[in-house]
Each structure stands twice: as C-alpha cells, then as structure tokens.
C-alpha cells in the first residue's frame, strides 16, 4: 500500500517529557531515548513516521534537552527541526502552540515517543495503520483523527479505556461510563492552527478534544494488532519481550 497522497509530510513528536514514572531508566537520559528492542523509542516514532509519508520533523525539547539534540543529530537521514521548550513544559497543547511557526499551514502528524506497537499485517503492510490514518483525515469536517487500539489489545495502560466509536468513526470520551473499549495510542493528524486562540501556554489537547468531540469533529481509525503504551520500567520490559517474539 503506497502512502496516500493526503498524507501529511510534516510531524510534530512531542519529546520534551519529564520521565518521572520511567526511573530509573531516565536519570541520565530522557524518555524518549530510553530503548525497546534495541533501538531509542523516538527512533521507533521517527521510523513509522517517515514510513507514512513524513518527511519533515519537529521535535520539542526539554528534560535532558542536548543530549536527545546530539541523539537527533545522528539522524542525518531525516530533516529535524527543534522546538526549545527548556525553560518551561508546556503541555501537549502548549507545544504544539510554541512550535507552530515551524509546522507550517497544512495538516500534520502529531505523535507521542511512548507508544510501539505489531500490527496484523506487519510482515506485508507495516505501516499500514498510519496510511489508513491519513487516507480517513478529513480536513473540514475534522478537527482531528486519532489513531486507536483495541482495550483488550492494549498493554501499559493504566486507566479503563479513553474512547467510543460510532459507525462513523466518531468518538466520545469515556467520561463517567466504567470502561470504554478504545485507547489513544498517541498519534493523529490535526492542523498546527487548532490550538491558536487558547489563551493559556501550558495545556493539554485533550482540552481541545472535549470541545471538538461533542460537534461530532473528533474522528479515529482503530489499529488492528498489539499497542504498548511504554511509560513506566515494566511497560518497557513487557514491550521488548512482546517485539522479541
């Protein structure tokens, strides 16, 4: 399966982090060069990113900031942007909101450094879940598509499910049901403009989200294989044993 031609070719990773909850392992080095399966997980997000059709990245930066800028200099295979979010975290929302002048006009992919993940038709089609991602984005009647995985296919994951998915492909937070059946695996496509007028500098884009959700223009693809959310030394350990099968 070729990338599709509505593909976005600009990603924002979003690896500025604290890692608290991977110490040991980010005590001298942060999340997003800790190692699955023996490569750095940012290498596992630029690697599938590059495979569906990105070709430019930026990638924010804070805890252990020049070390992860020399890791990213090794990339020469990549076009790399940093966004220096040093002197302050700002949040998922409020990285995307500094690194805009870097993204750009055009839809975008917007990617978590925590997530691996074997899809069904890995050996065949191993990008397959992101081209399906780009092919479903929808620019006007979408604020965002996100990228999900089945709860009972989900390992690293704390809470009861984030999502439910109508036929068409709409999605409604979980809020106060008990469970829902579908994670965010922390990718999806959106446009660098959505979070422009949000006054606060540090946010989330769940805040986002919640709003657009509700209007029926938060969309998501489901993944059909294993997602490993890796944020904590067990997760890490139960990833790696899954890719060494």
Not at 34 to 47: K, N, S, T, Y
Not at 81 to 103: C, F, M, N, Q, Y
Not at 180 to 207: C, Q, W
Request: net charge negative; glycine share 8%; no cysteine.
């Amino acid at each position: 399966m070729s990338s599709p031609k509505t593909a976005p070719t600009t990603a924002f990773v979003l690896a500025a982090g604290l890692g608290t909850r991977m110490r040991p392992l980010t005590d001298d080095r942060p999340k997003a060069l800790v190692e699955v399966g023996g490569r750095a997980l940012i290498d596992h997000m630029l690697d599938r990113l590059r495979d569906a059709g990105a070709k430019r990245f930026v990638v924010n930066v804070h805890a252990f900031a020049d070390r992860l800028e020399a890791h990213l200099l090794g990339r020469t295979d990549l076009d790399i942007v940093i966004s220096d979010e040093r002197e302050a975290l700002l949040e998922t929302g409020g990285g995307l909101k500094k690194a805009a002048p870097l993204l750009g006009h055009e839809p975008i992919w917007v990617a978590n450094i925590d997530s691996v993940w074997i899809e069904d038709h890995a050996k065949d089609e191993p990008s397959r879940a992101l081209k399906e991602l780009a092919a479903a984005w929808d620019a006007e009647a979408m604020d965002a598509i996100l990228l999900l995985a089945r709860m009972d296919r989900t390992t690293g994951f704390d809470g009861a499910g984030d999502f439910f998915m109508d036929g068409d492909n709409r999605l409604a937070f979980r809020n106060e049901a008990p469970a829902a059946p579908l994670n965010y695996m922390g990718v999806h496509i959106t446009r660098p403009g959505l979070v422009a007028d949000v006054p606060e500098a540090a946010f989330s884009l769940s805040k986002i989200w919640r709003q657009s959700a509700p209007q029926g223009r938060l969309h998501g693809v489901m993944m059909e294989g294993d997602w490993m959310h890796v944020g904590d030394p067990e997760a890490r350990d139960i990833a790696e044993a899954r890719l060494a099968r």
